[in-house]
């Protein structure tokens, strides 16, 4: 799961710096989660 992924190998500070869009995904899962219904809408 791509959610999971990105959550789960997110880190500060990481050297390698050729996923730079890991940050800005993990916001927008975390918003779309938290605005969620119990339906996952």
Sequence with gaps: N???EQ???FR???KNR???DDL???F???V???LGNS???
């Design 18 to 20: 050729d996923r730079e």
């Design 7 to 9: 959550i789960e190998s």
């Design 24 to 26: 800005l995904d993990t």
């Design 32 to 34: 779309a989660i938290a």
């Design 12 to 14: 500060v500070g990481d």
């Design 28 to 30: 927008c899962y975390g």
């Design 39 to 41: 339906k996952g809408f």
């Design 2 to 4: 791509h959610l999971l």
